[in-house]
C-alpha cells in the first residue's frame, strides 16, 4: 500500500527570538517493509538544513536558525510504500528460548548499554519471570495494557518508571520506559522507539499520542530487534513507521532545540498530522 504523511508544527512566540540549532527526528529509518518514495522537509526560509546519521544511525535534520524570528515552522510530507509485516514472522536463536538466558559474550558487549538501568519498581500485578521467551513477552506487554490505564499527555518529559506506576497508567512514551525498564529487569536488552503509528481504518481502539507515537523494541538473537508497544498491547508491524531508536527519551524525540530571549516570552505551539493510505 502506498501512505502519505503530512505533519506540520508551528511555535509562536509574542517577540522576535533567536534559536539554537534544531534537530528533528520525523524522517523514516530504512526497513525491509517500507520504502521511502518522496521526503520534502521544509523550515523557516534561510534556515541551513543539514541531513545527517546520529549515534544510532537515525536520519536527523540539523537545523540552524540565522537571526531572529517570532516564528518556527517545519512542514513535511511523505510518499511511503508499505509491505504487510508478520511481527512473529522469526526464529529465536536456540540459547535465547527460555527466560532467564544469557547473551552470548559478543552479543552482550554490543548490549551493554541496552541492559543497564536503575530498579523499574514492583508492577502491581502479576507476570510471568520464566518460561518460554516469547509467552514472556507477550504475557508482560498485554499485563502492562491491560493493567495501567493510558493518559493521553501531548507535552512534558516521560515519567520514570515510578512515577508511571504511581499515577496508575501514563503517556505511551511512558509506557514505552517502563517496559524498557522491566525488560532490562529480565535482563534483555531493550531500546526506546518513536515514529508513525499509522491506525488504518479506524477499527479497534488505537492508542497514539498526537504527531508521533512511542515504543519498545527488545533485542533478540535470532529475530533481531522486536517491536513492542505496550500502550495497545500489540508487537509493532508493519503499522508502526519508526524515525528514531535510542537509549534514552531524549534520543528519540521528535524535536530538540531551545530559544533565547532576553526576557520572558510567551508562546504557544500548534501541530497536525494527517496519514492516509492511497492506492498504490
Known sequence: MKLLINYRTEYRYDTAVSFSPHLFRLLPKADTHVVVERTNFET???????????????????????????????????????????????????????????????????????????P????????????????????????????????????GAAWTPEETLAAGGGACRDFAVLLAAQLRRLGVAARLASGYLWEGDGTGERRAEGALHAWTEAYLPGAGWVGMDAANGVFCNHRHITTAVGLTPDDIAPISGRYYADAPVRSAMSASLDLAERDA
Open 120 to 155: 523499574p519498581g514492583k508492577l502491581p500485578f502479576p507476570t510471568l519471570d520464566r518460561g518460554a521467551t516469547l509467552d514472556v513477552l507477550l504475557e508482560l506487554n498485554a499485563a502492562l495494557f491491560g493493567g495501567l490505564t493510558y493518559k493521553r499527555r501531548e507535552e
Open 44 to 118: 523557516n526560509p534561510g534556515a541551513d538544513v543539514q541531513y545527517r546519521r546520529d549515534l544510532f544511525d537515525n536520519i536527523v535534520a540539523s537545523c540552524f536558525y540565522p537571526g531572529l524570528n517570532a516564528t518556527l515552522m517545519v512542514r513535511l510530507a511523505i510518499e511511503l510504500r508499505v509491505e504487510e509485516k508478520n511481527p512473529f514472522h522469526f526464529l529465536l536463536a536456540p540459547h535465547v528460548m527460555e527466560l532467564p538466558f544469557t547473551y552470548e559474550p559478543h552479543e552482550r558487549q554490543l548490549l551493554e548499554p541496552f541492559l543497564q538501568a536503575p
